[in-house]
């Protein structure tokens, strides 16, 4: 088969800034998928990318409303094999160019995301809920806009894929027989983002959205099973593969059901003491509130370290009791023999009583001490020195307590 974007040129003419040009290439596409059940998922992916920028285009809400319309109703008009992977392919392309629509075309692309939900619900319950269809259909929800904890795929989709939701599943399959198990069964995904998204604004958008809007149904308005509903919250809260921080969320969740109606399960297993859950998050399990590392949680430098203390061969005694000796003559302070300091200055204190020429006699001595230049003594300075000296001894002294040796 001829690839019909290359053919017709049909990208070119739907991107045409012309809106009679992109009307008939619209006109021209959707007629052709009509007619072919052998489209390829590359050749898919190349005509929603014209189709998203015929979209883009559009300017006007009547016209807006319109083309998203037809576009999305087309589902419910191709073949069985085609009409799968149209939809694979409007959410791969919503998911990719989602990044780089303004805040001016937002809205008319809501209304297209709502429009797609909508007639995605009426196909399936045109294709009479095949298990095989409806898990296709959901795969592609968990992969793209609902997919958790990858960061390629925008928030936004995930909080307005949970707004809008359960108003247009409502939409779709009001009047139409649905057993309680396939519309629980398409609550899949958001059960997936509540065990497994790490973030908690989205977990928490979703639990507001999508579960507290059916709790919020009257009894008279049943329709979504509370029963199987809370049933299915239940084995989420109890299960191995939810992570810990989640885990909280969920088991108050359950009790604003069990609130509600009467759910016959063992609540005893909610208590993580009793039931020993174990939830591996990033390397690493959680075992009710305690946390226990594994070999990927230790710091590459520790593991490092341990490996090489493991390599190092150990010393002989003999090494080692020179190395420990060598240590201490290290850590020991090097002996300085310290000078005490002369006290060059010496303050006596000399009784008023003594005898002048006592004092006369420390005077030189004194002086000499400090450095300065004695006087030179002759003869007679001496005899008259010797005779006041011998005159003085006969006065008694007061001792300085000051040793002269």
């Known amino acids: 088969m001829q690839d019909p974007g290359i053919q017709t040129g049909f990208g070119k003419q739907l991107a045409n ?3 009679k040009v992109r009307d008939r290439a619209v006109r021209g596409l959707l007629k052709w998928l009509k007619e072919n059940d052998d489209v390829t998922e590359l050749q898919l992916r190349k005509l929603w990318k014209g189709l998203f920028y015929a979209y883009w285009m559009s300017d006007k809400p009547l016209i807006q409303q319109h083309l998203a319309n037809r576009l999305a109703s087309l589902v419910l008009q191709l073949p069985p094999k085609v009409a799968i992977g149209y939809l694979d392919g409007f959410w791969k392309t919503i998911c990719s160019e989602w990044w780089g629509i303004d805040r001016l075309r937002l809205d008319k692309f809501y209304l297209l995301l709502r429009k797609f939900h909508f007639y995605a619900f009426q196909y399936l319950e045109q294709s009479q809920w095949d ?3 409806t898990d296709q259909y959901l795969d592609i929800l968990g992969q793209g806009p609902l997919k958790p904890n990858d960061m390629k795929i925008p928030d936004g989709l995930r ?3 949970s707004e809008v939701f359960v108003d247009e599943l409502r939409k779709a399959l009001d009047g139409k ?6 519309i629980t069964n398409l609550l899949k995904p958001f059960f997936i983002i509540l065990g497994k998204s790490a973030s908690d604004i989205v977990v928490d958008r979703v639990i507001e959205n999508v579960f507290d809007t059916i709790l919020a149904q009257s009894e008279e308005d049943a329709f979504f099973d509370m029963v199987e509903i809370g049933k299915a ?5 109890t299960s191995s593969e939810t992570i810990n921080k989640n885990r909280s969320k969920i088991v108050g969740l359950y009790k604003k059901f069990a609130s509600r109606v009467e759910i016959d399960v063992d609540e005893s297993q909610l208590d993580p003491k009793k039931t020993g859950k174990q939830t591996k998050v990033n390397g690493s399990h959680i075992i009710g509130n305690k946390r226990k590392a594994d070999e990927t949680d230790v710091p590459d430098s520790k593991r490092k370290k341990k490996a090489l203390q493991e390599t190092i061969v150990p010393a002989s005694p003999e090494v080692e009791v020179e190395a420990s000796e060598e240590a201490e003559s290290l850590k020991e302070p090097s002996k300085i023999r310290k000078q005490p300091k002369r006290n060059a200055s010496v303050k006596k204190h000399v009784d008023p009583g003594a005898d002048s020429a006592h004092l ?28 006041k000296s011998v005159g003085a001894a006969s006065t008694p002294t007061v001792s300085l307590g000051i040793d002269r040796a």
Do not use: R
């Not at 027989?177 to 396939?182: F, K």
């Not at 004194?366 to 005779?387: D, F, I, L, R, Y």
């Open 233 to 237: 919250v239940f084995e989420l809260a």
């Open 131 to 133: 298990a095989n269809v």
């Open 159 to 161: 909080y307005h894929t």
């Open 17 to 19: 800034s012309e809106k």
């Open 177 to 182: 027989t649905v057993s309680a198990e396939q």
């Open 360 to 387: 006369e006699n420390e005077e030189p001595k004194a002086s000499n001490m400090s450095g300065e230049a004695s006087a030179v003594t002759t003869p007679e300075k001496k005899q008259k020195n010797k005779k």
